[in-house]
């Protein structure tokens, strides 16, 4: 179940991602919608990186009941990619999501052995997103 906390004037359609999301859990998912200067304030506080991203996931201690983190995710992002890679903004939306829930669920592109990117490559697939998260993120 997604807890969505919409802080912008961004639409969101959420019958994708909670399609995604239930493939994977049934733990309850935080999901902020913010801009890009409370992106930036986050990333600042949580990981003294003082710049703004387009997603950041924090999981939440596993207990039996406890939700399975908080995903973030900035809309200005969310609109610029779209426009710039030239697909909708549900569909940017959605990668962005994918990306912070493979967080959520352990993966780690910075240290595994490709497992996250193949991973976000088979959802990719199966949803029939496009290909500009797995595209960008290579190298």
Known sequence: MIELDNRTTL?????LI??????????EIELIVTTNE???EINK????IDKDTDVLSFPY???????????VISSSHVKEKAIELGHSENDEFALLFIHGLLHLLGYDHETDNGQMRKKEAELIK???????????TEG
């Open 11 to 15: 639409q969101i359609d959420t019958t």
């Open 18 to 27: 909670d399609a995604i999301a239930n493939l994977f859990t049934n733990k």
């Open 38 to 40: 409370e992106i930036r």
């Open 45 to 48: 506080t949580y990981r003294n």
């Open 61 to 71: 201690e596993p207990m039996p009941m406890s939700p399975l983190g908080s995903i």
């Open 126 to 136: 199966k949803f029939n997103l496009p290909k500009s998260l797995i595209i960008r």
